[in-house]
């Protein structure tokens, strides 16, 4: 059988992060939603989403295929159901599909003509940004389960403090120094070629990605991920980096997500509590305007390729779009269209050339090309977010 991850409806509710990859490749708990689908159905995924995506991110179309909602996180019971699908059968979730049966000969899905299952069982779903980290506990509880079961832990280096031990999993290469380590109220996961500082504080649950690392002394406490080769120091709560991004010095970041490439410039903080405690109103794509969340806490949404100077200060609900650069004294709006320079004094246009200088250098010191494939879904986003800068 052949799987495809589909969007679905919630794409635009996940901007600024779909800007740049669909659904299936934004991170929570451990894994990639992608990666969780791909390990749970033993087989390869392709996706459909947006066309500008789709030569980075392209279909596989065989003459029997089940698609996928991408929105949803997969758990066992789901996948057996998805696995026993037929032609022209659909698995709902409260009305929303989670999984169909198609094949290449079908032009259009009408569902009117499926027979659908609802699947009425536990799931998580993803549906909008404050999903990312006010779900990640669930998310990191499940992948470690996942990741871990029926598998030996490296061993816990001699001068780590640790509580309950048997919580805490490293893998092959991690590195760990007098650091301390409580898993009393959620898992600790330690990826490959890992680094934990010495001084560091850690209270689960923490997802430590392949080659990510903890600076000397940082504080990190739970659910946080902090995804492959990111440096991370200071105060981390509830906070989801999904890749290659920096957040390395002192500062507070809380209840937050940070795509890939991102930068936090030295003592930059994030409001996540209005001071009066009310609801936090956020930034949405789809409304072109703040939206209630229902959270008393919410701090920073930070898009692709975004950046900020040293002693940044980011209000309660800050949402900052793809390839934006903020620098300067006082607190900047609370919502940064993708592609904008400037701070709390006013913004300027930052264009593609200069953007895509910064980028090449970045990546290049990974290791990973800047790609025309990258540019040209760059590209895209500048002109589609046009509308919201000042120019």
């Known amino acids: 059988m052949n799987y ?54 392209p279909m596989v179309e065989l003459e029997e295929n089940i ?17 026993k699908l037929k032609s022209n059968q659909a698995i709902l979730y409260n009305d929303e599909v989670i999984a169909f049966f198609t094949t ?3 032009e259009e899905v009408d569902f009117e003509t499926y027979e659908t299952v609802e699947f009425k069982e536990e799931i998580i779903r993803i549906e909008n940004n404050c ?5 990640n506990k669930e998310a990191i509880e499940a992948d470690f389960e996942l990741l871990t079961s029926g598998r030996e832990s490296m061993p816990i280096p001699e001068g780590v403090n640790v509580v309950n031990p048997e919580r805490i999993f490293i893998e092959e290469g991690a590195k760990l120094t007098f650091c301390t380590l409580n898993a009393s109220s959620g898992p600790i996961y330690v990826g490959k070629n890992s680094e934990i500082m010495e001084g560091s504080f850690v209270r689960g649950g923490l997802a430590l990605c ?30 989801v980096i999904f890749g290659y991004s920096n957040k390395g010095h002192d ?13 936090l410039g030295a003592d930059t903080n994030t409001s996540n509590l209005k001071n009066n405690y009310a609801e936090v109103r956020l930034w949405n794509y789809e409304t072109e305007g703040f939206a209630r ?26 949402v900052v779009g793809v390839s934006a650069n903020i620098f300067g004294s006082g607190f900047p709006r609370n919502f940064v269209p993708s ?6 004094s006013g913004f300027t246009t930052f264009l593609t050339r200069k953007a895509f200088e910064v980028s090449e250098v970045v990546m290049k010191r990974r290791g990973i090309e800047f790609t025309d494939q990258d540019k040209a879904i760059l590209e895209h986003i500048f002109e589609e977010t046009k509308k919201w800068r000042k120019e």
């Open 4 to 57: 495809i991850l589909f969007d679905g409806t919630v794409r635009n509710a996940l901007l600024p992060f779909t800007y740049t990859r669909p659904v299936a490749d934004i991170r929570i708990g451990i894994l990639t939603i992608r990666e969780k689908w791909e390990k749970f159905l033993n087989y390869t995924t392709t996706t459909v989403t947006e066309d500008y995506l789709s030569d980075k991110y």
């Open 67 to 83: 698609l996928i909602n991408a929105s949803f996180l997969p758990n066992k019971e789901i996948v057996k159901k998805i696995k």
């Open 104 to 106: 290449a000969t079908q």
């Open 131 to 135: 999903d990312i980290f006010s779900k």
């Open 210 to 239: 392949e080659g990510a690392q903890l600076k000397m002394g940082a504080k990190v406490y739970g659910a946080t991920t902090v995804g492959p080769y990111s440096k991370i120091g200071g105060e981390v709560n509830n906070s």
């Open 251 to 263: 500062g507070f970041l809380g209840n937050s997500v940070l795509g890939e490439w991102c930068n």
């Open 293 to 318: 969340t229902g959270l008393q806490f919410c701090g920073l949404m930070m898009g692709d390729h975004s950046k900020c100077g040293i002693n940044t200060m980011f209000n309660t609900g800050t």
């Open 339 to 344: 592609y904008s320079w400037g701070g709390a």
